[in-house]
């Protein structure tokens, strides 16, 4: 994706590699139609300064020998500029609708799918340019298709200060407006229980001090589980 700033179209002609760029900046653009072009059966995609780490594609390969896994995804984590870890992601498993309507729990550069799950699904969707991971795996997730989880890091995300934060104020409409879409198509007593959660993360502090009522809601939790 461009208007990039060292040469990367280039250096990737120099290497005979083929590399779709789009010098309007627009990253769906430039995956969707690098998807279109893909011929392997196992697609993921690295964005930014996200690395690969030993040995990922083989085990990668490896999961995939099951025929009945069509996703998987990766814990990962997100590495300051200094080296120190800002974040961590995916260590969760198990993955449901209702969990990804809460929070997003896959990473989207640790995630790797086949390209006929991915076709099934209807790809990519530009009507959420700033957070098209998470529409899909929201859309695969409804689709019935299972994210299944490896436990070995298969990728690091670098922070580099242009990465991440940045895009926060149009990340977070979209994120919103999925949620919203999604929750509708949860049962009752999934609703129920992400709005519970939601609720007692707002009356943190005020349960803390009437530890009665946040033993009451707890038990309320658990009946409805």
Known sequence: VGPSTDDTKQI????????????????????????KLATGEIMGWLMYDDELLPGALHKINLAFQNSNIEWVYAPMNIINIDGSIAERL???DNITLEKMVEK???????????KET????GGLSRDFPNTNDYELWLRMIDAGVKPHQIKDDLVVFHLTGMNRGSETEKTTPEVKKLRAIYFKKLSL??????RSRQYRA?????LRKFPIVNNFLRYLYKKIK
């Open 189 to 194: 007593g999934a609703k129920i229980r992400v």
């Open 12 to 35: 990737f002609k120099e290497y005979g590699i083929p590399i779709i760029y789009e010098d309007n900046n627009d990253r769906t653009d430039a995956a969707i139609n690098g998807y």
């Open 118 to 121: 991915y076709n099934k699904v």
């Open 90 to 92: 995916g260590d969760e």
């Open 202 to 206: 707002k009356l943190k502090p005020l």
């Open 104 to 114: 997003v729990k896959i990473p989207g550069c640790s995630s790797f799918f086949k």
